[in-house]
Structures are given as structure tokens and as C-alpha cells.
């Protein structure tokens, strides 16, 4: 794999060309709606619309004899809407939990599809689709009109987000509220959830119907770890999805004999990674960080605390006291050493004799402050 | 039928009662997706293990696999444990992520293999036979079938020894951990042997049926029971059924026998759902039909009590009033206070309405109960 | 087994408002499946008064304040807003849920959620802009959190997220107020807070009802209270319906509730 042939191919080979945009725009329509689907739960939801699109694809085909991207997404839409709907009845209607509905629709519907797509395997070759793409994607499949029908049916779902954008952020973060205002609760989740099919099928034909539902979830989980502003969340987002998008893509293209769909899922899960780790706040390294920093901190003081009383009970402040007796009434919460080390560089302990130590005149007057807001605090 | 043929259905059944078996606690525990996530995430088990062992018939294979499977879960867990990310987020990341490390790990490396992206997903039921175990110099049938025949056993083992704790760590997981039961533990062996099954299902059937097994015969076993011991029997039954009526259809189409299997299973659901007795949904609505009425004559009555011997009883119980504050159109309010006139509930002045003493102990007995 | 004579029971506080009463539920009941949770209710609040609605777990309490939304369906009963239907009313009236109704890990702000308050207002389209964002912080201001506007509402205690509800509810400048447990789990000084912020409601002349848990309060804080358990045991000012009677009513057996009355009197007949 040559990276920098790599870029320089992306602006002069078509096909690299049409790849990187659909990915990228893909990218950015799942990080912006798989926002407010993660944030309302239904983080899962998207694994069943994807799967449940696969006979959507598989009888477009049949019944238009057409590969176009148009008709196999409008199929793929359809499929996925009406197992959502199956979803929502059976929880509504029978004893069935939602998990148990989720699973069940998204394994009859996918199991359905295969069905589906090996009776259309053996069919004449002419006519066979190909639609196999569709399990893990293949975005060297992808010109330039499903290109544009992506960024269309992309734009119009990011157009529609803006325009509710203050009804679907209330409708998510309270729906009883919203209701109580007068809002059409009902109507703004089918419109949410409409854009979120959407944006799930237009996504199918490069990230395939099994691991499309990470490029809802994984954006957004990483996006969240950044910022506490929901604007900013969904932006960031459609940033991350776009990046693993077209990394995702372009490695693809580049190596020979992988599926682009684990490729951009793969890009995705490290952005996530790394989030998780590093991002300011909430990044997990930051709050390690940040416990041994406290930790420290606690543990010279109370080096520091003992020593002061070690000093009043020998009533001579500078009599030194051996490094064994401050290990000892540390009991186990180590780092002694490290704490004389910090109190001496702060000219509050001086070393007395071998490892023996004592506080200065600074040290016994910052242990009295302390020790006067430790009988402050209640 | 040929023996080939037999024997395909047999390793069907077999599959679809070690499923079913595991797939009610999962159900019953709201963690049915895990088994989607797991069924994902072993192919990366599977793969790794095969480029260790080099032996796709290895049943240490199914060793590594089902570490996958216990690997899963536990880091759905951590990652839930951080509070950065919801549970259901959680499971959404990370078997993505294993799943594509072990579709590329196979396309790149074990393409000449048979050990393919589709196999992964459909199984290869129908090579089954083909695949014979040999004890002694005797051939003694297929491998597939051994192979599940003893995750099945395995299985039955489990769940009939541990029966009372699963149960118990099931419905009441607070009584469970008070009397010592770590449901931690329940947790991870039950997730263990899904992996398990998930693993040995896989090579007949692949990763769509076993989830489809798992959840859905469970599921319409629910529609109509709630009783574990009928819960688990019903959902084996009804397994066996679709993986033989699957097999048929498949058979009939020339289509992927696994996607029929699991089209059957979602077809039974349906079915259940409509035409269970009690629970389905056109009973259901007969019964609805017929409450409606009950509950609306005791409405009534409850209503003249409530307002008998206050001022205002004159317009409460005045039949026009029925229309406008208890939402009943003309011709039901009719027939409810008809049928409370026939039972003796209520007498009739002009259009006031009276409650008789057998109405009012009615009433008082509807209220207090 | 009687339920007592029906003297004691609906409220014979005499008339309870020349004027339209500010909530009125008539006859409303309320079914999930076929188990009534409100069986016939009746209630009438006068304007400009602090009602507390009281009852067991599982009374029916929040199913009352949702069903008089619609947010809930009754299967019978009529509500009316100042003698008009909910539905044409909705804009005078300010709903305050309960707390745990929503998820806190929301990534949104303090004066973003009180800002929902005015969305109502702005109707589609239109985004809040200046004027909302100060009637926002007046709001605040009067809850005592206006310098936590831009904190992200994870970080909040319960007391704080409770008063953020306030803010909200306050910005609609409803006539009407409805709130879900607002009491609940809040520590002693938002408690206090709390109470005079609806004692200036009333002061206003806005009539608020609220759910509330703790019998020992409602005295002091309240002027107005109904009893509810599925059905209406009482309602009526805290004088004249407050008393052990409806309270054993509604609650069955014991109330450990020390009146002011004398012990006989507290402990008199026992019910059948």
C-alpha cells in the first residue's frame, strides 16, 4: 500500500473519487442522525433496520429487475420501516420485551433475505446482481449517479434535521415535556426515525447491512467524549463519520481482497478508541491521570500531617524521625518516599541525618494551616 | 427421503433445541441481543483459532470461539462500567469491531480457505453429510452432528443442574445474590454457553440462524406460557418444528437452508401471535370487545355511587349525562344501561337511573377490590 | 366492609369558587389493560390556590396529572381548563415532570433546557434567540441557579436539576401549574426554595397542584388537598378534609401521622 500514491490517486482516479465521496457523505449523515439515536436509546435499532433491509433490496430487484441505487434503497427504506413498525407492535401488543423484538425481527427479516438472495443467485448470471455487495459492502461498486443519489437523499435528511432541529432535540431529551406543549410527539418520532432509515440505507451499498449499525453508533459515541453541547456533539460526529469513511475506503481500494465494510467499521472503532482515552474531561487516561495526581497529593499531606505529630509528641521540631515510623503510619498508603521527596523540593522537611527526617520551620507552619481547615471541614 | 437428508434434519433439530435451550434465559433476562453480538463476534475467534490450530475441524476451535464469545461480554461490560457509554451503545461497538477483525483477518489471509464470508453467515448445512466422523474404521455419521449433538448434552447438563439457581438468578436476582448465588457468575456461565452453542452452531448453520433460533422460537413459546419448564419445552418443539418445515421449504425453492429456517421461525411467531389461544392477538380482541362492556357496566355502577345521596345526583344520573362526561355515543350508553337493567343492577326512572342494592354492592365490591 | 358514610368524603367546603374553577376533572377514569389505576374522579381547583394531591404509591397520583394532559387516555371523564377543554387551554398551562423521567446525561446545558420552556411559543421553525434567552435567566435568577447557566446538566445535584425544572416551568408563564413530585429527594434548603417559589405563585395568582409524598407537609405548605386512592377519597381545603378520617381512608390502615388533635381523637373509632 502506497499512501502517498494513495492521495495522489484520489483527485485523478474516478473511481477512488466517487468511493471517497459517498463514503465521506455517508459518514456524516450516520454520525449526525446515529446523534440522536444513541442518545435516545436506540443505539441497537439501527442493527435491526439494516438487516431487515436486506429482502427490501432483494425484492426491488425482483420485482423491478433493476439494479439502480434509486429502487434497491427505496426497497431497502421500505424493508426497514415496516420492521421497525414490527418492532414497535410486538412490544405494544404482546408480552415480548423490546431486546427479544429487536433480535427476532432483525434475524427472521435478515435469515428471509438470504433466502431471497440465493433464489436470485440462480438466475441467470446477466441478471444477477450482485446484490451479495450488500451483506459487507463494496464501495468499488459505487458511480457516480448512486454517488449523487447518496449525497441527495443525504442532503435532504441533513436539511430536514436543521429544520427541526430545536423539536427533535426536545422530543429526545423530553417527550412528556414536549407533549405538554403541544408538540405532535408521535408524528416528530416517525419523522426522526424516518431520517434515521434514511440515512442507514444510503449507507448500505458501501458498509453492508451487517455492520452498518456501527457507523450509527460509533461516530456518535466518540463525539460524545469531546463535548458536553449537543450541537457540537452532532458535528463532530458527521466529522468522525466522514474520516472513517474515507479512510476506511481508501485502505480498501488500496489493499487487495477486503470488504470495504470492516475496513470503515475498523477506522471508526479506533476514532472510538481514542476517544474514549484521550478526550479532554471525559477521556478515561485524563481521569487516571488525574487520580494519581490526587492520590499524590493526598499522600504528601499526609506524610506532611504526620510528621507534625510525630513533632508535637516529641515537643523538639527538629528531631528527626526515621523513615520506618512514617512508613509504618502511612499503613500501606505507600509513596512516603516520593512524598519527602515533593515536601523537600518545597522546603517543608530537610533530612535530618541518614534517612532520618523533620520539618522545617515552613513545613511546621503549613502543617499547622492544614491542620486547622482539616478542623474546619465538617 | 435419502440418509443425506435425514441427516441434515437431524443436525437442524439438534441445532434448534441447543438453541432454543439457552435462548429462553435469554429472552426472560432481556439479553437477547447478546446473542446477536456473540454469534458476531466468535467469527474472530474462529479465525484467530484456525490460524493457531491450522485445523478448521479442530474442536478446540470451539475453545477459542467461545473465549470470544466470554470475551465479548466482558468488555461490553467494562465499557459499560465507565459510565462513558450506555450498554446498548456498548454492545453496539464492540462486536462491529471484532466481527470486521475477523472478516478480514479471513478474506486477507484465508481466502483460498474454506473458510468464507458466506460460509460465516448461512453455514453449510447442506456439505453436512459430507463431513463424516470415522471412530475405529466405523463411520458412524456426520461430524456436524456430534459436534452439536454434544453442546446439546452439554447444554440439558447445565441447565438441568443449575435449574433451581437459574431460575431463581432469572426472575428474582436480588433473593439470589441474598442467598449467596453470585448472579455474576449465573451470567457468565450462561453467556459461556451460548458461546458455546453459538460456536458449534455456526459451522451447520451460521451466524443468522443461530440468533434466529435463539431469540424467536423462545419468543412465541412466551406468547403462550410464562412457566420456565413449558417455556423451555415449548421453544425446543417449536425450534424442531421450523428447522424441519425450513429444511422442506429450502428444499422446495432450492434456496439457503438456513435463511428458510429462519423465516420459519419468524412465520410461527406470527402465526402464534395471531391465533394463540388467550394471548393472541385475535383472542385478545375478542375479549377486549367483550371487557369493554363488563367494564363499562361496572363504570356506571360505580359512577351512581359515587354521586348517590350528594347534591347533583339528579344530573349525574340522568342519562344525557352518561353521553357527555363518561364518553359513551347514544347507542352504547343505551346498551350498557341495558344490560345493567337485565342483570338487576340498576333501575330505571324516565331517564334517571338508580342503583339497586344488588348494583351497590357491586360497586363498593369493585372499588375495594 | 362499607367505606364509611360519604360525609366525610367529598368536599363540602362549601362553595368552591364563585369564579371558573382553574382545573376541573369530572368523572375521570383511567384504565392500563383492564385495571383501573382512577376510578370516576372528581376535582375541582379554585384559582389562585396551592393544592397538594396525596395517596398511596400507586394511588393513581401522576396518572391523574397525565390523564388531565391527555397524556395519558382516559377511557372516561372530561377536564376542563377554566371551563374550557385541556386541548384549547394548553398555553396556560406549565407541567414540571418528575425528575428521574429524564435522562441527565444529556448533553445540554442549564439555561438550554430552561430555554424548552419557550419553545411552545416559538412554535416551528423559529429558534430562541435573545429574548428568550434572558426571560431564561430571570428565570434562574428567581431559582437561585443563575450562575450555573452553562453548566452541563449531568453535573447537577438533585436539588439543582429539581429548580432547573422550576426555571422551565416558570418561563411559560402559565396560569396553571402541574407538577410531578417536585419534593422529591431534594435536599433541606432547595425544600425551602421550593415553597416560597410557589408561595409567590400564589401570590401571583397562579394556582399550582402538585403531587407530593410527605403527609407532614402538607399542612404548611399547602392550602388546598385532595386524597386519592384510584378513586377520590377527598378534596378540599387542608382545614376542612385534611383530617385522620380521610387519611385512614386513603391510606387503609394505620397513618402514623400525629395531628394536633388530641390522641381520642386522633385514634377514635376504628373503621370497619
Known sequence: MDFPGVFDSLFADYTLRMVAMGSAMLGIVNGVLGSFAVLRKQSLLGDGISHAALPGIALAFLLTGSKSSLALLLGAAAAGWIGTLLIIGIVRHTRVKYDSALGLVLSVFFGFGLVLLTYIQKMPVATQAGLDKFLFGQAATLLRKDVMTIGILGGIVLVFLLLFWKEFKLVSFDTDFAFSLGYPVRLLDILLTTLLVVSIVIG???????????????????????????????????????????????????????????????????????????????????????????????????????????????REPGHGHTIEVLRTMAHGHGGVDRSLRALKERGLVRETGAKEWSLTPRGMEEARRLSRQWRQTP | MTAAQIEIQLIACVVAVACALPGCFLILRRMAMMSDAISHSILVGIAVG??????????????????????????????????????????????????????????????????????????????????????????????????????????????????KELKLATFDAGLAGALGFSPAVIHYALMTIVSI?????????????????????????????????????????????????????????????????????????????????????????????????????????????????LPGEQKENHLAHLHEHLKWEPPFAGRIVGAAERKGSISRDGDHLFLTERGREAAMRAMVG | ?????????????????????????????????????????????????????????????????????????????????????????????????????????????????????????????????????????????????????????????????????????????????????PFQGVDATTERAIVTLLKEMRREGKTVVVVHHDLQTVPEYFDWVTLLNVRCVASGSVGEVFTDRNLRLTYGGRVSYLTHHAPEETFGNPDD
Open chain 3, 1 to 181: 366492609m362499607t367505606l364509611g358514610d360519604k360525609d366525610g368524603m367529598k368536599g363540602k367546603s362549601g362553595n368552591a369558587s364563585a369564579a371558573e374553577a382553574a382545573v376541573k376533572v369530572e368523572d375521570l377514569t383511567v384504565a392500563y389493560g383492564e385495571k383501573p389505576v382512577l376510578w370516576d374522579m372528581d376535582m375541582e381547583v379554585p384559582p389562585g390556590v396551592l393544592m397538594a394531591v396525596v395517596g398511596p404509591n400507586g394511588a393513581g397520583k401522576t396518572t391523574l396529572i397525565k390523564a388531565i394532559m391527555g397524556l395519558v387516555p382516559p377511557v372516561a371523564g372530561y377536564v376542563s381548563i377554566f371551563g374550557k377543554p385541556y386541548l384549547a387551554q394548553r398555553h396556560l398551562v406549565g407541567y414540571v415532570p418528575q425528575r428521574n423521567s429524564v435522562d441527565w446525561d444529556f448533553p445540554t446545558s442549564v439555561l438550554d433546557v430552561v430555554m424548552m420552556g419557550r419553545y411552545g411559543v416559538l412554535g416551528w421553525l423559529r429558534r430562541p434567540g435573545r429574548a428568550e434567552r434572558n426571560l431564561a435567566m430571570e428565570a434562574l435568577e428567581k431559582v437561585g441557579m443563575a450562575d450555573l447557566s452553562g453548566r452541563q446538566i449531568s453535573q447537577l445535584s438533585g436539588g439543582q436539576q429539581q429548580r432547573v425544572f422550576l426555571a422551565r416551568a416558570l418561563v411559560q408563564d402559565a396560569r396553571v401549574y402541574l407538577m410531578d413530585e
Open chain 2, 197 to 309: 452453542t453459538a460456536v458449534g452452531a455456526f459451522d451447520a448453520v451460521g451466524s443468522v440462524l443461530v440468533v434466529a433460533l435463539m431469540i424467536a422460537p423462545p419468543a412465541t413459546a412466551y406468547l403462550i406460557t410464562d412457566r420456565l419448564s413449558y417455556l423451555l419445552a415449548a421453544s425446543s418443539l417449536i425450534g424442531v418444528i421450523c428447522a424441519i418445515s425450513g429444511y422442506w421449504l429450502a428444499h422446495a425453492l432450492d434456496v439457503s437452508i438456513a435463511g428458510s429456517m429462519a423465516t420459519m421461525t419468524g412465520i410461527f411467531f406470527v402465526a402464534t401471535f395471531l391465533a394463540a389461544p388467550d394471548r393472541g392477538l385475535a383472542a385478545i380482541f375478542l375479549r377486549r370487545a367483550r371487557q369493554r362492556v363488563e367494564f363499562a357496566q361496572t363504570m356506571l355502577l360505580v359512577h351512581l355511587y359515587n354521586h348517590e345521596g
Open chain 2, 50 to 163: 484456525f490460524f493457531v490450530i491450522r485445523d478448521l475441524a479442530s474442536p478446540l476451535l470451539v475453545v477459542s470461539a467461545a473465549l470470544t464469545g466470554v470475551l465479548t461480554v466482558s468488555l461490553v461490560e467494562i465499557l459499560t462500567r465507565t459510565k462513558r457509554v450506555r450498554e446498548d451503545a456498548a454492545i453496539g461497538l464492540i462486536f462491529p469491531a471484532l466481527f470486521s477483525i475477523g472478516v478480514i483477518l479471513i478474506s486477507r489471509y484465508a481466502g483460498d480457505v474454506h473458510l468464507d464470508v458466506d460460509a460465516v453467515l448461512l453455514g453449510e448445512l447442506a456439505f453436512a453429510p459430507f463431513n463424516r466422523l470415522s471412530v475405529l474404521g466405523y463411520d458412524i455419521g456426520p461430524k456436524g452432528l456430534y459436534l452439536i449433538g454434544g453442546i446439546l448434552l452439554l447444554n440439558l447438563l447445565f441447565i438441568l443442574t443449575f435449574y
Open chain 1, 204 to 314: 448500505l451499498q458501501t458498509v453492508g447491512v451487517v455492520l452498518m449499525s456501527a457507523m450509527v453508533v460509533a461516530p456518535a459515541a466518540a463525539a460524545r467524549q469531546w463535548t458536553d453541547r449537543l450541537g457540537i456533539m452532532v458535528a463532530v460526529s458527521g466529522v468522525f463519520g466522514a474520516l472513517a469513511g474515507v479512510s476506511g475506503a481508501l485502505i480498501s481500494s488500496a489493499a487487495a481482497r477486503i470488504p470495504t465494510g470492516p475496513t470503515i467499521v475498523l477506522c471508526a472503532s479506533v476514532i472510538v478508541f481514542f476517544s474514549l482515552l484521550l478526550a479532554p474531561n471525559r477521556g478515561l487516561a485524563w481521569g487516571w491521570v488525574r487520580e494519581q495526581v490526587n492520590r499524590r497529593q493526598l499522600q504528601t499531606k499526609a506524610v506532611l500531617g504526620d510528621l507534625y505529630v510525630l513533632a508535637m509528641q516529641h
